[in-house]
């Protein structure tokens, strides 16, 4: 499946992004989705995972709250909608799927090319 993640920009501190992620090439909502951020000198980290059908999802314990992913299988979409966002949310947000039904943090197989987000302070 190929991933093309969009959204990202420059928003103030306390402001809301939405991130999208259009898949194409094979069925989509036969994958888990995630959402994972790698911020300047730091590793990559997991943000946001949901299930085939959205009724799951999971949420990295500092964007619980803030964050919420969602998809639309008709559309071959998932989203990442921040809301409060923090200087420290600044990061290149990446969208990944991963076969099976886990709703995890790790096993991805396919990665998008990820989109910028800065927030300022």
């Known amino acids: 499946v190929q991933l093309q993640a969009s959204g990202g920009g420059l928003v103030q501190a306390g402001g809301s992004l939405r991130l999208s992620c259009a898949a194409s090439?094979?069925?989509?909502?036969?994958?888990?989705m995630g959402w994972f951020r790698q911020a300047p000198g730091k590793e990559r980290e997991f943000v946001a995972a949901?299930?085939?059908?959205?009724?799951?999802?999971y949420y990295e314990d500092s964007v619980k709250g803030r964050f919420t992913i969602s998809r639309d299988n008709a559309r071959n979409t998932v989203y990442l909608q921040m809301n409060s966002l923090k200087p420290d949310d600044t990061a290149i947000y990446y969208c990944a799927a991963r076969s099976g039904m886990a709703v995890v943090r790790t096993g991805y197989d396919y990665w998008g090319q990820g989109t910028l987000v800065t927030v300022s302070s």
């Open positions: 090439g094979r069925t989509f909502s036969r994958f888990v």
């Open positions: 949901i299930s085939w059908s959205g009724s799951s999802t």
